[in-house]
C-alpha cells in the first residue's frame, strides 16, 4: 500500500474510530483520565460540541437578522434621501 493510501485509510478509518471510541467514552464515564489511552485526560462530550454548533447557529442567525435590518433601514434612509 502506498503513503497516500495509508494516510487516507488512517484519516478515514483508523483515526475515525479512535476518536469516536474517546467521545464515547466521554459520554459514558465520569472521570477525567481516559482509559483508551492511560494517562491522557478525556476528551469533551458530544454535548460540548452540540452546544457550540448551536452557538453558532445562533450567533450567524442573529448576525444575519442585524445585518438585514440594517440593509432595509439604508435603503429607506436612501429611498428618503436621508443618507
Known sequence: MDFDKKR???WNEDYMHYWSNRVS???QVNSE???IIKGDA???TDKTYINAIKFMTFEYVRLFMI???LLKWIRM???KSLI
Open 67 to 69: 445585518k438585514t435590518k
Open 77 to 79: 434612509a436612501r429611498k
Open 42 to 44: 478525556n476528551t469533551t
Open 33 to 35: 483520565s481516559s482509559t
Open 8 to 10: 487516507e485509510k488512517y
Open 25 to 27: 467514552e466521554a459520554n
